[in-house]
C-alpha cells in the first residue's frame, strides 16, 4: 500500500515552477541525434528538436517537449518544397547546411545558432522554454538590430524595444498610435535579412528587447512549438525565401486592381443600380461594388447569420447582379461568423453542430455589439462544408467576390470551446481557417476562377489564399491617412502584400476635401482602390463637389492608364513573393532607411510619397541611392542618396520615377473588362550613360487562374543600353492566351532628350525625326494622360495634322518638353530601336 500525501495547491504550484524552471534557468542537454534527408532530430533531455530545410534558404525547427503531441502547421504552404540539407558533425558540433544558411547545433553547452554566408544572423538563448504559465522561445538579439514585424502595429517601422500582444482585435477609429490591431502576427523581419516566424497561433507575447533588451522572447498559451527562419543577402530574396516557405499570393483578377465603390452600406436593389449608373454618367472608372450588411437584413443590428438575400430590398438580386456584369462591374458580398440567435440560420447551425461550445458542450451563446450570438467552429469540416454551400450558391448567382468582416474574430471569449482547442488556442488563426474555406471552395468548384477574398484578420501565411487585407476601422482624419504606408509597408514584409485602406477613411463624420482628395491620390499607388465608410460623409467621389471630383476622376484614370505596370507587379509577386508597396532599402541597402515610413516604392519604377498633412506647399523627402529619380510632373533628374523638396499644388503629389525604367500605359477605360494591350505607351526615363537596364510586361486574359503557370499568358522584355547612343529593345516569349493583341502599336516616349536627336532608327531602318513645340499648360495627371493619345491627333511644325499609322513609323522631338515620341508596330518579333544623339 503506497501512502500518499496531499499537497496545498501553493506547494504543488512552487513544485510544478520548481521543475520547469530547470528548463529555463538550467541547461538542455543533447542525448542522441539522427539524420535525416532534410535535416536532422535531435533527441534532448526535455523533449525532441527537429530541424528541418525548406527551398529557398530557409528552416523549421520544431520542437515536442516530452509527452506532447504537437499542433499542425498553419503557416508552411503544402506547397513548400523541403531541400536536401548536408549534415556535418564532430565532437564539438553539428552542422546543417541549406544553401548559403547554416545551422550549428553546438553540443555542450547546448545552443543553436544561424549564420547565412558565414556571418552569424541569430542565436537561441536558450531555445524552447517552459513555465507554469506561458511555453516560448527565447534568442539572443545582437545589439545593433533594428526589427520589423509583429503583423499590423502603428509603433513605427523599427519595432526593437516593444512588447507586442499576439491576440487579432479591432482597432476602431486608430490613427497615429495603434498596439494591436487586426493582424497581430507573430513575425520578426531583421536588420540582418532574416525572417522569424513562429507556427503558433494561440493568444500570447511577442517582446522585442522591452524586458530584457538583448532578449527576444514568444511566448504563447498553447499552439505549437516550432518556429521559421528564413535569410538572404538582399531584401527581395528574403521576401522570395519566406514567400517560397509559407506560400505565394496567386494573381488577383485584372478587374481587382480597378475602382471599387464600397460603403456602409447600400441598402436596396435601386440604390445599387444608381450608384453604378452615376460612376459611367459622371465618366469615373467603375470595376466593383462592395453591399455591406444590408444586403441580408435592414437594420444594422439583428441580422447577422442570415446569409441571404433581404427581398424587401433586393427583390430580383440575380438581375441586379446581371446588370452590374453588363455594365462592366462586379459584386462583392459582406459575411460574418457569427450567427446570431435572431437569424434565420441559428436553428440550422446549432441542430447541426457547427458552433463553438461551452465546456459542456452545449453552443456558447453570448452578446456583443451586433446582438445575441454564436459563433461558427470553423476548424470543423462540416462546418467549413455547411459555410462554403452558401458562398458557392451565391458565386453561381454571379456574386463576383467576398468579404469576410469581423474574422478576428471580434469577440471571442476564452472559455468558447472549438473542436481542436480553447478559444484562446486558436485566437490568431480563425481568419486564415475562414479563408482556406474559400479559397478551397474555389479551388474545388470554380477552378479556372481567381478568387477575391477581403479578410480583416490572418496568420501567417494567409496570402496563399488569395487575401485581400485591408487596415480596418481607420479613422477619417489626418492622423488616419498617415499611418497607412507603415502599415502596408510591414506587412508587405511579412507576406501580406496587398494591404490596403478604406479610402477617404471610415469612421467619423470629420469631412474634408482635401484630406479625401490626398486619401485617393494615395490609394492610386497601394494594392486595391477601394472607397469605403460609414454613411455620415459619401464615400463615393460621385457624391462630391465638382472641384474634388474632377481631380479624383484625373487619379482614379491614371490608375486606369498605369494598369500594365500595376498588373506586372501583381505578376512579379505570385512568382516572386516580392510585395508591391516596397521599402526603400530595396534600392538603397541602408539600415537607416527602415525608419522611412512616409514613402515608399509602388513596383521597381516609381518612388511615390503621400501628401499627409493639411495645407502644404512643400514636402520633402528622400530619394534612395543607386539611381538618379525624375520628377514625374517636371522630368527635373535628382540625384540619389540625397533628399529633395517638391512643391505641390491640390493636383499633385510627390512622384519619382528611377532612372533607367520603363513605364507602360495603356488608354483608359470605364471598365477593366474592355482593357487590352493592343495600344501601349513606353515611357523611357534614361538612366547614365554606360549602364544597362530592363524592364518587364506580363499580360493574360486577366481571370484565368494560374495562367502563368499553364503558360496562358505573355511576358514582353524590354532592354535599354545607355552610351553614345541610346539602344531600346522589345521583344515577347509569344505565349498565346484568350484576347491577346495580333499586333501592338506602341507609343515611346523617351524622356529626357535635350537636343534633337542626330538620327533614329528602327530595326536597322532610318526614320525622320519631325520637331513639335508642344502647348501643354498645366502640370497635372490629365497633362500625362494626354500623352498616351499623342499620335492619335498630333500637328507638325508646318501645321499639317500627322497620319497615326503603327505600320509607318513615325518620330517626334518636343524640344520644349525634352521628350522624343517614336510611333511603331510590334508583333512580338524581337524590335531594336537605335537613337544616335
Do not use: C
Request: proline share 5%.
Amino acid at each position: 500500500m503506497i501512502n500518499r500525501v496531499k499537497l496545498p495547491v501553493r506547494a504543488f504550484l512552487f513544485l510544478a515552477f520548481i521543475i520547469s524552471s530547470v528548463v529555463l534557468f538550467g541547461q538542455r542537454t543533447l542525448v542522441s541525434t539522427k539524420t535525416t534527408p532534410n535535416g536532422i532530430e535531435l533527441k534532448v533531455s526535455d523533449g525532441t528538436i527537429m530541424i528541418s530545410a525548406y527551398k529557398t534558404e530557409s528552416f523549421e525547427v520544431k520542437f515536442e517537449p516530452t509527452g506532447s503531441v504537437s499542433f499542425p502547421s498553419y503557416a508552411i504552404s503544402q506547397e513548400a518544397v523541403l531541400s536536401k540539407a548536408t549534415v556535418k558533425e564532430d565532437p564539438m558540433q553539428i552542422s546543417v547546411q541549406n544553401g548559403q544558411l547554416k545551422a550549428i547545433i553546438f553540443k555542450s553547452p547546448f545552443t543553436i545558432s544561424y549564420f547565412y554566408d558565414g556571418k552569424e544572423i541569430l542565436t537561441e538563448e536558450k531555445g524552447f522554454f517552459q513555465t507554469p504559465d506561458t511555453n516560448g522561445f527565447r534568442f539572443r538579439l545582437q545589439s545593433n538590430e533594428k526589427l520589423m514585424g509583429g503583423g499590423m502595429r502603428v509603433l513605427g517601422m523599427d519595432r526593437r524595444g516593444e512588447r507586442l500582444q499576439l491576440y487579432n482585435r479591432a482597432s476602431y477609429g486608430f490613427e497615429t498610435h495603434a498596439d494591436l490591431m487586426y493582424y497581430s502576427l507573430p513575425v520578426v523581419v531583421s536588420s540582418n535579412k532574416y525572417i522569424l516566424a513562429f507556427d503558433n497561433g494561440a493568444s500570447g507575447f511577442l517582446d522585442l528587447g522591452k524586458q530584457e533588451k538583448d532578449i527576444l522572447q514568444f511566448e504563447a498559451v498553447g499552439g505549437r512549438w516550432s518556429y521559421l527562419i528564413s535569410a538572404s543577402s538582399t531584401w527581395q530574396g528574403l521576401t522570395n525565401s519566406f514567400t517560397e516557405l509559407t506560400g505565394r499570393q496567386g494573381m488577383i483578377p485584372r478587374w481587382a486592381l480597378g475602382n471599387i465603390a464600397s460603403r456602409m452600406g447600400y441598402h436596396t436593389q435601386d440604390e445599387v443600380k444608381s450608384v453604378v449608373d452615376e460612376y459611367q454618367k459622371q465618366d469615373i472608372p467603375l470595376d466593383g461594388i462592395v453591399l455591406d450588411l444590408f444586403w441580408f437584413g435592414p437594420d444594422i443590428k439583428g441580422h447577422l447569420g442570415n446569409l441571404d438575400w433581404d427581398y424587401n430590398a433586393f427583390p430580383n438580386p440575380t438581375q441586379m447582379l446581371r446588370y452590374n456584369k453588363e455594365k462592366g462591374v462586379k459584386t462583392v458580398l459582406i459575411t460574418e461568423p457569427f450567427i446570431l440567435v435572431t437569424s434565420k440560420k441559428y436553428n440550422e447551425v446549432v441542430e447541426k453542430k457547427l458552433v463553438g461550445t461551452t465546456l459542456e458542450g452545449k453552443p456558447y451563446i453570448y452578446d456583443f455589439y451586433f446582438g445575441t450570438t454564436t459563433l461558427l467552429d470553423i476548424f470543423k469540416p462540416q462546418t467549413r462544408d455547411w459555410f462554403w454551400d452558401i458562398y458557392k450558391k451565391h458565386t453561381l448567382s454571379g456574386v463576383d467576390g467576398w468579404w469576410g468582416d469581423l474574422g478576428e474574430p471580434e469577440v471571442h471569449p476564452s472559455g468558447l470551446q472549438h473542436i481542436n482547442g480553447t478559444a484562446d488556442d486558436v485566437h490568431n488563426i480563425y481568419g486564415h481557417v475562414w479563408a482556406q474555406t474559400i479559397f478551397d471552395g474555389y479551388k474545388k468548384d470554380f477552378p479556372e476562377k481567381r478568387p477575391v477574398i477581403l479578410m480583416r484578420s490572418g496568420f501567417v501565411g494567409s496570402q496563399r489564399y488569395n487575401m485581400l487585407p485591408w487596415t480596418g476601422d481607420v479613422n477619417r482624419t489626418w492622423g488616419g491617412l498617415k499611418p497607412q504606408v507603415e502599415i502596408s509597408l510591414q506587412m508587405g514584409m511579412q507576406g501580406l502584400a496587398y494591404m490596403s485602406s478604406d479610402l477617404g477613411g471610415f469612421a467619423g463624420d470629420y469631412k474634408d476635401s482635401e484630406l479625401y482628395t490626398r486619401w485617393l491620390q494615395y490609394g492610386v499607388f497601394q494594392p486595391v482602390y477601394r472607397t469605403h465608410a460609414q454613411e455620415s460623409v459619401p464615400a463615393e467621389p460621385i457624391y462630391w463637389d465638382t472641384a474634388t471630383r474632377n481631380i479624383v476622376r484625373d487619379y482614379i484614370k491614371l490608375r486606369y492608364a498605369l494598369t500594365p505596370y500595376n498588373y506586372t507587379a501583381v505578376w512579379e509577386n505570385a512568382t516572386s513573393g516580392t510585395p508591391l508597396m516596397r521599402p526603400l532599402f530595396f534600392v538603397e541597402d541602408n539600415d537607416q532607411l527602415i525608419d522611412n515610413k512616409t514613402e515608399y516604392l509602388w513596383g521597381n519604377a516609381l518612388l511615390v510619397s503621400p501628401v499627409t498633412s493639411k495645407g502644404i506647399s512643400k514636402q520633402t523627402l528622400y530619394l534612395p541611392k543607386g539611381a538618379n529619380w525624375y520628377n514625374f510632373w517636371t522630368d527635373e533628374i535628382n540625384q540619389g542618396g540625397d533628399s529633395t523638396t517638391a512643391s505641390l499644388s491640390l493636383k499633385t503629389i510627390p512622384i519619382y520615377v528611377k532612372a533607367g525604367s520603363f513605364i507602360p500605359m495603356t488608354p483608359v477605360r470605364q471598365t477593366l473588362d474592355a482593357y487590352n494591350t493592343g495600344r501601349v505607351t513606353l515611357h523611357y526615363y534614361p538612366g547614365e550613360e554606360n549602364t544597362i537596364t530592363n524592364g518587364v510586361i506580363y499580360d493574360d486574359d486577366g481571370l484565368t487562374q494560374d495562367s502563368w503557370k499553364t503558360k496562358k499568358s505573355e511576358i514582353i522584355r524590354l532592354k535599354a543600353n545607355e552610351g553614345k547612343t541610346t539602344l531600346l529593345s522589345i521583344s515577347s516569349d509569344n505565349g498565346s492566351f484568350k484576347g491577346k493583341p495580333l499586333s501592338r502599336e506602341l507609343t515611346w516616349i523617351i524622356h529626357n532628350i535635350a537636343n534633337k536627336p542626330e538620327k533614329v532608327f528602327l530595326n536597322g531602318l532610318p526614320i525622320e525625326v519631325k520637331t513639335q513645340i508642344s502647348n501643354a499648360g498645366e502640370i497635372d495627371v490629365a497633362t500625362k494622360l494626354a500623352e498616351i493619345e499623342f499620335f492619335k491627333n498630333q500637328n507638325t511644325i508646318n501645321g499639317k495634322k500627322g497620319k497615326r499609322n503603327s505600320s509607318m513609323p513615325q518620330a517626334v522631338w518636343d524640344p520644349k518638353e525634352k521628350k522624343l515620341y517614336i510611333l511603331s508596330s510590334f508583333n512580338g518579333k524581337p524590335q531594336t530601336i537605335k537613337i544616335k544623339k
